[in-house]
């Protein structure tokens, strides 16, 4: 069973910058790909981006390319979402999410969540 912890949440400034991390612990070696998911409130949840753990390949909702960057640290099992010039419609509660099976955006192809992060991005 895998557990996600996610962390690095906070308020920012319109323009300033935020880490996330995500640690995975229990039955990691079956995860293949894990995503960064955001949920403002009365919205969908929506895909952020998401990183292929053995390769490293990533992938981005349009809406952050080039502000937001994520990596991973395998020998720590976690996650990072780096975030940059935050404005305040990214702010959302953050999940994490481990796929078992293949890279996707889709909410459903992801069998594992974490708690979410609040991220406030002020005006």
């Known amino acids: 069973q895998v557990q996600l912890v996610e962390s690095g949440g906070g308020l920012v400034q319109a323009g300033g910058s935020l880490r996330l991390s995500c640690a995975a612990s229990g039955g990691t070696f079956s995860i293949v790909v894990m995503g960064w998911f955001r949920q403002a409130p009365g919205k969908e949840r929506e895909f952020v981006a998401n990183?292929?753990?053995?390769?490293?390949?990533?992938y981005y909702a349009d809406f952050v390319t080039g502000r937001f960057t994520v990596s991973r640290d395998n020998a720590k099992n976690t996650v990072y979402l780096q975030m940059t010039n935050l404005l305040p419609g990214d702010t959302a509660l953050y999940y994490c999410a481990a796929g078992l099976w293949r890279p996707s955006a889709r909410v459903s192809d992801y069998g594992y969540w974490g708690q979410g992060t609040q991220v406030t991005v002020s005006s």
């Open positions: 990183i292929n753990l053995s390769g490293g390949s990533t």
